[in-house]
């Protein structure tokens, strides 16, 4: 309870104080809707949000996975090659340097905007570089002496990489997940405002805000906020999944050289 319950009071708290900020001030509802009102218009358009969030969600899952194994892969081979990583740590913060209002109209034009390859391109290369950071990092942490220790069972570079550096370095793998699933979702939405197909979240906000609608556009930027949410939230069980399992595997290795 003490992980969850305070969020969740200060969330029902800042929602009621919103609530009554709004009606007893008389806030127009082009600068902030009520709650209720929100809530109404996210019903009434559930079906809409659903068939949105569904289409922003599997953009941002397929770049979210591309970038992931991209950054995952690469961590691998620059921590094994450092004349690797000597080329590949500039490219990956050139990538993260830039924005994404510069990147999406590029690929757009670059191709086609009656496909989802350009959202979906935005989306790996924003992941790409917290996977690959976080990666190498975790694959560097590995003591000297489970290296050796491996090394005198005469297993190879890409065999220690894959039976302990690897193993050892999930936790910063997972830390990279977590900054990566949200601004994958975020990445997706933000690549739907310059243009392609009218299907996402990031559309239908820019759509509803166009016509005045600002309720119907904060129902839809409810309906991103739990797109990111779910995403988080399957990578935070994925973590607890493995905690255990990575335990075991690590004891196993080193507890029977003892």
């Given at each position: ?10 969330g ?75 080329l ?19 690929l757009n034009?670059m ?19 917290p996977?690959f ?32 550096r ?33 299907n996402?979240l ?29 995403f ?27």
């Amino acid at each position: 309870m003490k992980t969850w319950l305070p969020p969740v009071v200060f969330g029902v708290g800042g929602l009621a104080l919103w609530q009554v900020l709004t009606v007893v001030a008389g806030v127009p509802s082009f600068l902030l809707p009520a709650p209720t009102v929100i809530a109404k218009q996210f019903t009434e358009n559930f079906d809409r949000i659903v068939d949105a969030a569904t289409a922003t969600g599997t953009n941002a899952l397929i770049g979210l996975l591309v970038g992931a194994v991209l950054g995952i892969v690469a961590a691998m081979v620059a921590v094994r090659f450092r004349l690797v990583e000597g080329l590949l740590t500039p490219l990956a913060a050139a990538a993260a340097a830039v924005p994404i209002v510069a990147l999406a109209p590029l690929l757009n034009s670059m191709y086609s905007t009656t496909t989802e390859t350009p959202r979906r391109m935005v989306v790996a290369i924003v992941v790409f570089f917290p996977m690959f950071v976080s990666t190498a990092r975790g694959l560097r942490q590995v003591p000297q002496v489970h290296a050796d220790l491996m090394t005198s069972y005469a297993a190879g570079g890409w065999q220690i990489t894959r039976t302990v550096r690897l193993p050892a370095a999930l936790p910063y793998l997972f830390t990279g997940l977590r900054i990566a699933a949200p601004g994958a979702v975020i990445a997706a939405i933000i690549a739907e405002y310059f243009g392609g197909l009218q299907n996402g979240l990031g559309s239908r906000i820019t759509s509803a805000a166009a016509n005045t609608a600002y309720p119907r556009a904060w129902a839809y930027v409810v309906g991103a906020m739990l797109v990111g949410l779910l995403f988080l939230a399957v990578v935070l069980i994925l973590e607890q999944l493995t905690r255990r399992p990575r335990t075991i595997l690590i004891r196993d290795i080193f507890g029977r050289s003892k």
